[in-house]
């Protein structure tokens, strides 16, 4: 005989499953719409022979344009868009856990800021300080620079949070604080570079999918996927950590040890990508929130729920952002901070119980 | 389940808050331990837990050290329900009280796991709540969630910290009457810290009073909480009254 806990926990197993399908199924329709969208008209049987023509290493059938927008313009630009999507996701998820705090996200932790900073110093002092890198290698110096100021800001957080609790207004506040800091510094490197670096990092600060080719997408793939699968197993003990500390402790979960390796792999996966886009604000905190409301707070499935849900609302807005003027494209970093702005004032206006204590 | 503790030390920074404990636990029973706040009842029971580091002593569980068994033994023999808990955002009581199996999963959950959770939740009388959010709960109710998610970790010790504090009188001896249940019929030892002596009083089999981080006394409960040693320890006047129902415990108001 089946207890009725059993039906309840196996109906509500089902019913996840079934939604992470029919995202991913979403997804998939998004990526091909994608595809599709733009100002080089194009029908869904030719972006169809191109990718076909492309995966059995039959290209010469294909007109050279259509190739060249398929899978040199349009595609690494939208894996960049579903892969920034699910990493910023899984790190703001992951993040909130750690810190047992839902309003925290690589954006709202001043990652973001301190990784612009990275980015900023690389632009500006890069040639100078290292001249015999060549040009085509300066790209990697900023995505390292980047990585490692989001690393530190994060290391700074973490350090706060075990001195000063991880209460919403000690994470939010110091986030808030660090980004101030290094955005001064930006300030400071904007003021002192000339014209050409002073677009580029004004660029870099809007966050776009422009920074898309195949090398990027190529650097970002592995890392992405196996921070997501460590992540992903750390799920059981995220779910402990969610019932507090002590509760953790005593189901052999090792907090210390999971808060720093869990942040240290959120952040790698965010950072990476933030170093390739620029700043995309509030992924992090959209996607684990509607996550949460669509699946429930299991990590088990909200990670993988919320890596979907942050590709699907990035990919759609950055389709969004580059056909709507067509054919003058807007960064989809400032569509996000529009949607990922009102999103947050809804949490704060309607979750004085819930989200916000 | 046996413990034996010896000359434990436990300080927060610089504040020794256990003073040289020495104390026992032995197999299926119900250990109360009372005593006046900040008297170091909850560092006790986080030492136990494995949650708090002495800074010296012993603790031996089973007869081995404390520090040689590893976090996921103590994990499957010892189940904790702290003092006052949150929870991050939202989750159903099912979600949480399925938390309790964490420690004898790897991944998915079995048939097994799902009928020990069912027997939990249906415990404490809590079935008809499994899909509501635990931010939705009362105080009590969500006290009752956590002593169900303590109860599907099926532990050989379960350390209660005040587990009654906001429950109703109906309630709180529903609490108290299964983990009576716990020890007599299954076999488990419990530790509970409690405040209301006459709980301790009807309840335990053996009573540990301490007082400013150290154990005044131990024993069963009518040596340990005479006349004398509670109101000195507690410093109110009290007053006992022996029925025919057995002995109350009662401030003498003033």
């Known amino acids: ?357 | 389940m046996t413990i034996q503790v010896s000359d434990l030390c436990v300080s927060y920074g610089s504040f020794r808050v256990l003073k040289d404990v020495n104390c026992s636990l032995e197999n299926s029973e119900i250990l109360c331990v009372i005593g006046p706040n900040g008297s170091g009842k909850s560092t006790l029971v986080k030492a136990l837990a494995g949650i708090l580091t002495p800074d010296s002593g012993t603790i031996i569980i089973n007869g081995s050290d404390a520090d040689t068994i590893s976090g996921y033994e103590r994990g499957r023999t010892i189940g904790y329900v702290p003092q006052d808990f949150s929870y991050l955002t939202s989750a159903t009581v099912l979600e949480l009280v399925l938390l309790g199996r964490r420690p004898h999963v790897s991944w998915s959950l079995s048939e097994t796991d799902l009928a020990i959770v069912y027997s939990a939740l249906e415990q404490l009388g809590i079935l008809g709540m499994a899909q509501k959010n635990i931010t939705a709960l009362s105080g009590g109710e969500r006290q009752k969630v956590f002593i169900a998610r303590a109860l599907a970790q099926e532990p050989e010790l379960f350390l209660f910290d005040e587990p009654t504090s906001a429950l109703d009188i109906r309630h709180q001896i529903d609490v108290f009457e299964m983990m009576r249940d716990l020890v007599r019929h299954k076999g488990r030892s419990v530790l509970v810290v409690v405040h209301d002596l006459n709980f301790a009083y009807h309840y335990s089999d053996r009573v540990i009073l301490m007082d400013e981080g150290s154990i005044v006394a131990t024993g069963p409960p009518d040596q340990v909480m005479t006349h004398d040693l509670i109101e000195s320890v507690y410093h109110v006047p009290m007053q006992y009254v022996d029925t025919s129902q057995g002995r109350y415990i009662m401030p003498l108001w003033t």
Request: aromatic residues 10%.
């Open chain 1, 1 to 357: 005989m089946t207890n009725p806990t059993t039906d309840l926990y196996q109906a509500g197993t089902r019913k996840k499953w079934i939604l992470i399908t029919l995202l991913m199924i979403l997804l998939t329709g998004s990526v091909f719409y994608a595809l599709n969208a733009g100002s080089y008209q194009l029908s869904p049987s030719q972006v169809l022979s191109v990718l076909s023509g492309v995966i059995t290493g039959n290209t010469e059938t294909l007109t050279p344009n259509d190739k060249i927008v398929v899978f040199d313009f349009r595609l690494p630009r939208i894996l960049l868009a579903v892969l920034t999507g699910i990493s910023l996701a899984i790190a703001g998820t992951v993040m909130q856990a750690l810190l047992r705090n839902p309003l925290v996200s690589p954006f709202t932790l001043g990652l973001s800021s301190a990784a612009s900073f990275g980015a900023a110093c690389a632009i500006v002092l890069g040639a100078a300080w290292l001249p015999y890198i060549a040009d085509v290698y300066q790209n990697y110096v900023i995505v390292t620079a980047a990585f490692i100021l989001g690393w530190l800001s994060i290391l700074l957080i973490y350090g706060i949070s075990r001195v000063k609790g991880s209460t919403s207004a000690t994470l939010i506040l110091s986030g808030v604080v660090i980004g101030y800091i290094f955005q001064a510094g930006v300030m400071i490197l904007k003021y002192v570079s000339n014209n050409e670096k002073l677009r580029e990092i004004t660029l870099w600060l809007m966050g776009g999918m422009w920074g898309a080719n195949w090398n990027a997408i190529i650097v970002i793939t592995p890392i992405c996927i196996i921070c997501f699968l460590y992540l992903e197993s750390l799920s059981w003990d995220l779910n402990a950590l969610s019932a507090g500390d002590d509760i953790a402790k005593n189901v052999d979960v090792r907090v210390e040890k999971l808060r720093f390796r869990g942040l240290l792999v959120s952040t790698l996966a965010a950072s990476v990508c933030l170093a390739f886009t620029g700043i995309i604000g509030f992924i992090g905190l959209m996607a684990p929130h509607i996550g949460r409301m669509l699946i429930g707070s299991d990590n088990r499935y909200l990670i993988p729920c919320s890596a979907l849900l942050g590709a699907l609302i990035l990919l759609i807005s950055d389709t969004f952002a580059r056909t709507i003027m067509d054919p003058i494209e807007i960064p989809v970093g400032v569509i996000m901070y529009l949607i990922g702005g009102v999103f947050f004032m809804i949490l704060i206006l309607q979750g004085k119980h819930r989200v916000i204590t």
